[in-house]
C-alpha cells in the first residue's frame, strides 16, 4: 500500500494527512469528529453540491482512477473534521451490498458511465430500483441504506461526500421481511 499526501478537490475542501488508495486500504488517519466538536454535519444538499462541482473538475480527479478486477477501487481524496470526499471505480457486476453511512449524511454522483441503486421504499413501494446515469448525483440522511451497483456494459467512476467522515458501515441482506443486519466495518477495514 502507498499512502501520498491529496490535493484538495476544491478550495472549501481541506487535503487529507493521507490518502488511501486500493481496496480494503487504510483510509488515513482517524477524523472523526470528537465530543468536543461543535461543527455541525454538513447537509444532505451541501453534499450533493460538493460532489457535482468537483465532478465538473475532472482535472482533478480523473489521474487518480483505477480499475481493480477484484472488487470496486477506491481512494479518499479529502478529509477535514465535517467532511470527506471518495473517488470509486467500478467495472461491471461490482456492488456494494446493501449498506449503511454509520450514521453519517451522504451524497455521490455518477461522474462516468452508469450505475443501478437499490433501496426499500417502504410497505407501500417495496424495493426501488433507479438507474444512475453520468451527471446525476444522490443526496441522503443519516439513516439510509441502499446498495449500488454497476450492471452496465462499461466501466463507471464515482465521487462520494460524507457528514461527518466515515465512522462506520453496516452490512445487510435482504431478506423476505425485510434488510437484516450482518455485519459491521471501521476505517481499519477501508
Do not use: C
Not at 469528529?33 to 454535519?41: G, K, L, Y
Not at 448525483?137 to 451497483?149: K, L, M, N, S
Not at 452496465?152 to 445487510?172: D, F, I
Amino acid at each position: 500500500m502507498t499512502l501520498s499526501p491529496s490535493p484538495s478537490p476544491s478550495p472549501s475542501i481541506s487535503p487529507a494527512d493521507r490518502s488511501a488508495t486500493g481496496t480494503g486500504a487504510d483510509p488515513g488517519p482517524d477524523k472523526t469528529p470528537s465530543a468536543t466538536d461543535t461543527r455541525a454535519p454538513l447537509t444532505p444538499g451541501t453534499l450533493r453540491t460538493i460532489v457535482r462541482e468537483l465532478a465538473e473538475r475532472p482535472e482533478e480527479w480523473i489521474h487518480h482512477v483505477r480499475l481493480s478486477t477484484d472488487e470496486r477501487w477506491y481512494r479518499r481524496l479529502a478529509a477535514d473534521e465535517d467532511h470527506e470526499v471518495w473517488l470509486i471505480s467500478w467495472l461491471p457486476g461490482q456492488s456494494t451490498g446493501f449498506h449503511d453511512h454509520g450514521g453519517s449524511r451522504g451524497a455521490f454522483t455518477v461522474a462516468l458511465g452508469e450505475l443501478e441503486e437499490l433501496s426499500l421504499g417502504g410497505p407501500e413501494q417495496g424495493l426501488l430500483i433507479r438507474r444512475i446515469p453520468a451527471g446525476t448525483a444522490r443526496a441522503f440522511g443519516p439513516e439510509y441504506v441502499h446498495d449500488v451497483r454497476n450492471t452496465a456494459v462499461g466501466p463507471a467512476v464515482t465521487l462520494h461526500a460524507y457528514s461527518p467522515p466515515l465512522s462506520s458501515m453496516a452490512h445487510y441482506d435482504l431478506r423476505a421481511g425485510g434488510l437484516v443486519r450482518t455485519s459491521e466495518e471501521g476505517p481499519e477495514q477501508w
